[in-house]
């Protein structure tokens, strides 16, 4: 089993910025690629981005590619999502996921646990 939980959402301006952590408990955390997913009001949740176990391998969605970084610190088991350049679209609930597997996926239901999510809100 493994517990996560996020923090660092807000309410921020467009154009402002925010960091949001995943603290992860349990199994071990390097045994897991990490990914962040969002939900905005009334539509699916969908793939942000996502960190293989070495934390060079990245991925990320073409709508926030150049903008949010993904990264993670085995040692303190959490893992980060940088955003910058915040827009208005962004506003959603983002969560936390973790997948047993080297490989990315961009999928949601090959993630096997997952975050309560934190509320990220971007005004214009």
């Known amino acids: 089993q493994v517990q996560l939980v996020e923090s660092g959402g807000g309410l921020v301006q467009a154009g402002d910025s925010l960091r949001l952590s995943c603290a992860a408990s349990?199994?071990?955390?390097?045994?897991?690629?990490m990914g962040w997913f969002r939900r905005a009001p009334g539509k699916e949740r969908e793939f942000v981005a996502a960190v293989s176990l070495s934390p060079g391998n990245t991925r990320y969605s073409d709508s926030v590619k150049g903008r949010f970084t993904i990264s993670r610190d085995n040692a303190k088991n959490t893992v980060y999502l940088q955003m910058i350049s915040l827009k208005p679209e962004d506003t959603a609930v983002y969560y936390c996921?973790?997948?047993?597997?080297?490989?990315?996926?961009?999928?949601?239901?090959?993630?096997?646990?997952w975050g309560q999510g934190t509320q990220v809100t971007v005004s214009s």
């Open positions: 996921a973790a997948r047993r597997s080297v490989v990315i996926s961009t999928a949601n239901n090959e993630y096997d646990y």
């Open positions: 349990g199994r071990s955390f390097n045994w897991y690629t």
